[in-house]
């Protein structure tokens, strides 16, 4: 079985600090693909990264980084000098690599950038 | 490209009404949708596998005969919440997986829709 833990319900922080949100994750495969989502207000799910098993780089597109930890489990994201549009539910999402490739998500985390 | 649409965004209805969600990859071909619903302030859970010409797979303690999921083609997808009650209002959100086979991992979600239950 998969599963998902966002230990992190909710996160506040000021404009320009910079966050990071956890994600641990269990499963039985080897190979596997490990996603975040963002949900804003509006409900929609955007796309933020896919990362594959076999690559453990860490990876960083403009104020987002991501921090794979094969070892421990983990792939965290932070995100650098928050602004206020950053404000959303953030998922972390685990999908195997069979045929059906189901997507198993965490709880997600809440976060809120003050002005 | 890979765009999924949604219809309706939202939706109220009646207590013991049915109502028909439809879930559209508007520029490829999916073999495969799935059926998402979301509670508020709660994560996503899969309802359902949904794969063209054949049965939908629903997951455990998701009411088939409730939750009629039909795909027709390549490009639709329906969810029918039939004798919908209160606690069927959530926000319903389909996703289709990129042509490309089993290699091909991405999952293209739709805006969702929102029913609420009167």
């Known amino acids: 079985a998969q599963k998902v833990t966002q230990a992190q319900t909710e996160i506040s922080v000021v404009e320009k600090e910079d966050v990071t949100l956890d994600c641990v994750y269990e499963?039985?495969?080897?190979?596997?693909?490990l996603f975040w989502y963002k949900q804003p207000p509006s409900g929609e799910l955007v796309f933020l990264i896919r990362r594959n098993s076999f690559d453990e780089q860490n990876e960083i597109s403009g104020r987002y980084s991501w921090n794979f930890q094969k070892s421990t489990s983990s792939f965290n994201f932070t995100i650098t000098a928050s602004q206020v549009v950053d404000s959303a539910v953030y998922f972390c999402?685990?999908?195997?690599?069979?045929?059906?490739?189901?997507?198993?998500f965490g709880a997600g985390t809440t976060v809120t950038v003050r002005a | 490209g890979a765009v999924v649409s949604q219809h309706p965004s939202r939706v109220i209805c009646k207590s013991g009404t049915s109502v028909k969600i439809e879930c559209r990859s508007l520029d490829f071909q999916a073999t495969t949708m799935f059926w998402y619903r979301q509670f508020p302030k709660q994560s996503l859970m899969l309802m359902a596998t949904?794969?063209?010409?054949?049965?939908?797979?629903?997951e455990q303690g998701v009411e088939k005969d409730k939750f009629l999921i039909n795909h027709a083609s390549l490009t639709l997808s329906t969810l029918t919440v039939t004798s919908a009650h209160p606690e069927d209002s959530s926000f319903y959100i389909c996703s289709a997986r990129a042509p490309g086979g089993a290699l091909s991992y991405e999952q293209y979600f739709g805006p969702g829709t929102r029913l609420t239950v009167t």
């Open positions: 499963t039985r495969d080897t190979t596997y693909y």
């Open positions: 949904s794969n063209e010409g054949s049965k939908a797979t629903y």
């Open positions: 999402a685990l999908s195997d690599l069979g045929l059906v490739n189901k997507l198993s």
